[in-house]
């Protein structure tokens, strides 16, 4: 469904991004053993992949180990990306979000959970804002969209997508009673879409 | 239970739910479209918060992608119907479209890739069930997590509980943290009577049984138990009706607790 697919981001920083690239037409060459269609993948992308990886891991040497393994990946399953389920974009970062929430549980890294209940103490709003500082209209229209949000949703989803908690440790978090956040998390993610207008074609 | 099952959507969007219920979520997924195109779109709804997130990689990340793909194949796509993969891939390769290991630094188990199962969940449908659409839980004990059952029992942490049955046989719950699996070794285990299963449950520090799929008996069997067990205290087996049930509903033949 055409109205899932996003045109690569105007403003992806990376040089080798051209404007006109499709993401999912680079995939689709991938698909096919194109490892050049697959650098311009690489590039009109990794500040997403490898910023994502990062945000989530707060280890740079993680984060980079992580975006390489789902690189790899999105090269072994480009033949299996469907365009009419959601944008090429999303299709990446599921990949990459998974395997980086699966190497968070994996380690079960004390340290981390230490470092990033303390980071994530402040004020959630406060820590999006600052880290979108560099980022253009996309990011700014994501925040307008996160504030159409209730203070509790956008917490609850910014906690589990970029934080890489579970459900149940952002209850923990927000001091909500067990089994409510993920409604929060849905609901919230539910006015998200609609409010950015993706993924509600179908 | 259906609608709770729903609700899980959007935790399942973010990567937020515990092994044990994502893997039961994605059982739902495999037979509900509705949770998949929701799932679908939450999931671009939360791509979105990427934005938010933009760094730009090291160059040494570039360079190791673009030297890395030249020794990974890229699969074929899921054909529609029964066909697939009939010209692409091997055999190993359509049976389990998800976890072959690629070729990295990371040496640590890595669990079943199954990046959205709202595609690879039908894909895995497609695949599995050689086009029926039919998911077989079955086919992925089996065959799909060998591998894994291996990883689990040889792991140096591991640890096992074991059991006698109560009509002959016996059953040995192994379980690692750092493969973050469980697996079951059956020895001497009647079949199941006709038209029932055994069903693997992971039981709950709350006592609750969570599905962790089915197993047939006999002389020797081994079953990776799906999902984690690190919420788990516990693990069991029961008898229900081909196909299994979400809930027990007998009582347990087995019931072992993790010391």
């Known amino acids: 469904m055409v109205d899932h697919l996003r045109s690569v981001p105007d403003d992806a920083p990376e040089p080798g991004a051209t404007a006109g690239d499709d993401l999912a037409e680079l995939l689709k060459r991938s698909a096919r053993g194109d490892e050049a269609a697959f650098a311009r993948l690489y590039d009109a992308t990794s500040a997403k992949v490898y910023g994502l990886a990062l945000r989530v891991l707060r280890s740079p040497a993680q984060a980079e180990e992580v975006a390489q393994e789902a690189y790899l990946e999105i090269w072994r399953l480009a033949g299996r990306y469907e365009a009419d389920r959601g944008s090429a974009l999303a299709w990446m970062l599921t990949i990459t979000h998974r395997r980086a929430v699966d190497r968070v549980r994996a380690a079960e890294a004390s340290t981390r959970r230490d470092v990033s209940y303390e980071q994530h103490n402040r004020p959630v709003e406060h820590d999006v804002t600052a880290e979108a500082a560099h980022a253009a209209l996309e990011a700014r229209r994501v925040r307008v969209a996160l504030e159409a949000l209730t203070e509790v949703q956008r917490e609850a989803v910014t906690l589990a997508y970029l934080g890489g908690y579970t459900h149940t440790e952002v209850a923990s978090m927000l001091d909500l009673p067990v089994g409510t956040a993920k409604t929060r998390i849905r609901d919230g993610l539910i006015r998200l879409r609609d409010t950015m207008g993706v993924g509600a074609g179908r | 239970m259906s609608s709770d099952i729903h609700a899980l959507s959007g935790a399942y969007a973010v990567d937020a739910l515990d092994d044990v219920e994502r893997a039961e979520f994605e059982r739902h997924l495999a037979t509900c479209e ?226």
Request: with cysteine.
């Open chain 2, 34 to 259: 509705a949770c998949r195109a929701e799932v679908d779109g939450l999931r671009e709804a939360a791509a979105s918060l990427s934005e938010l997130s933009d760094t730009p990689a090291p160059p040494s990340l570039r360079s190791s992608v673009l030297a890395g793909i030249t020794t990974v194949r890229p699969l074929g796509p899921v054909a529609e119907g029964a066909a697939a993969h009939a010209a692409g891939g091997s055999p190993e390769e359509v049976a389990d479209p998800v976890e072959q290991p690629v070729s990295l630094a990371d040496r640590r188990a890595r669990r079943t890739r199954r990046w959205a199962a709202g595609i690879a969940a039908a894909a895995a449908v497609a695949v599995l069930g050689g086009g029926t659409a039919v998911w077989h839980p079955w086919d992925r004990g089996t065959t799909t997590v060998v591998s894994v059952a291996d990883r689990v029992i040889h792991a140096p942490d591991a640890r096992h509980d074991g059991q006698r049955l109560p009509n002959g046989g016996s059953v040995t719950v192994y379980r690692s943290a750092s493969v973050g699996r469980a697996v079951v070794v059956a020895h001497d285990m009647p079949p199941a009577p006709d038209g029932k299963v055994y069903e693997l449950w992971f039981q709950d520090d709350a006592g609750a049984m969570h599905p962790a799929g089915l197993m047939a008996g006999g002389a020797d069997t081994t079953v990776t138990l799906k999902g984690g067990y690190r919420t788990a205290r516990g693990a069991g087996i029961t008898v229900e009706p081909a196909g299994g049930s979400p809930v027990p509903t007998s009582t347990p033949i087995a019931l072992i607790s993790f010391t």
